[in-house]
């Protein structure tokens, strides 16, 4: 079946950068538009930015505009986040999501395959 790994999430201080990486497996990669969504505790399952099949087009929660970065390289399957100027209200598990000729993905509800998430801690 499908499988999505993320990976790169840690503990940083306030300030730092990190880079989260989704390596897909299974499926065609460069017909899925590709989202990444957060969880902090006890909120909701929240939009962060999703991309495109080819990565022509990016698209952004308006809380990370200008600090965070997404990319894909379709030859390898993998998808990344490059986060910086990291904030403790950016603290979450972070998920990596797949959506099947999906177009203006913002929703959970819009996802087909889902990864298990990587925890992402940014102290004061």
């Known amino acids: 079946q499908v499988q999505l790994v993320e990976s790169g999430g840690g503990l940083v201080q306030a300030g730092d950068s990190l880079r989260l990486s989704c390596a897909a497996s299974?499926?065609?990669?460069?017909?899925?538009?590709m989202g990444w969504f957060r969880q902090a505790p006890g909120k909701e399952r929240e939009f962060v930015a999703a991309?495109?099949?080819?990565?022509?087009?990016?698209y952004y929660a308006d809380s990370v505009k200008g600090r965070f970065t997404i990319s894909r390289v379709n030859a390898e399957n993998t998808m990344y986040l490059r986060m910086n100027s990291l904030k403790p209200e950016d603290t979450a598990v972070y998920y990596c999501a797949a959506d099947w000729r999906g177009s203006r993905s913002f929703s959970v509800a819009d996802y087909d395959y889902w990864g298990q998430g990587t925890p992402v801690t940014v102290s004061s």
């Open positions: 991309i495109s099949f080819r990565g022509g087009a990016t």
């Open positions: 299974r499926l065609t990669f460069s017909s899925y538009t």
